[in-house]
């Protein structure tokens, strides 16, 4: 699977961005999509993601209420809305496809490259 993610940049905290992840080489609609961050010095963590059935789960604690997850199966593309933005949510955001959730935090799925948000005073 191979993945291309945009949408990223700079904003000013309390600033939106959404970020995009088209998904080609394989039935979208088979795959769990999900969003991983990772800022500098701490550990990559999952932020979002919708399983190929479409369920779709905010998981870190810090943006429910703010970031939506969602998918469109008709573009292959998975989004990752966010609002009232924070200096501690700039990270280099990811784009991930696999079988399932699980298999996203086990490391393993195909990763995109990164885009990346940073979030100014």
């Known amino acids: 699977v191979q993945l291309v993610e945009s949408g990223g940049g700079l904003v000013q905290a309390g600033g939106s961005l959404r970020l995009s992840c088209v998904a080609s080489?394989?039935?979208?609609?088979?795959?769990?999509m999900g969003w991983f961050r990772q800022a500098p010095g701490k550990e990559r963590e999952l932020v979002a993601a919708c399983t190929w059935s479409g369920t779709c789960t905010l998981y870190e604690d810090s943006v429910k209420g703010r970031f939506t997850i969602s998918r469109n199966n008709a573009k292959d593309t998975v989004y990752l809305q966010m609002k009232s933005l924070k200096l501690e949510d700039t990270a280099v955001y990811f784009c991930?496809?696999?079988?399932?959730?699980?298999?996203?935090?086990?490391?393993?799925?195909?990763w995109g490259q990164g885009t990346q948000v940073n979030v100014s005073s």
């Open positions: 991930v496809a696999a079988r399932s959730v699980a298999t996203m935090l086990a490391g393993a799925g195909s």
């Open positions: 080489g394989r039935t979208f609609s088979t795959l769990s």
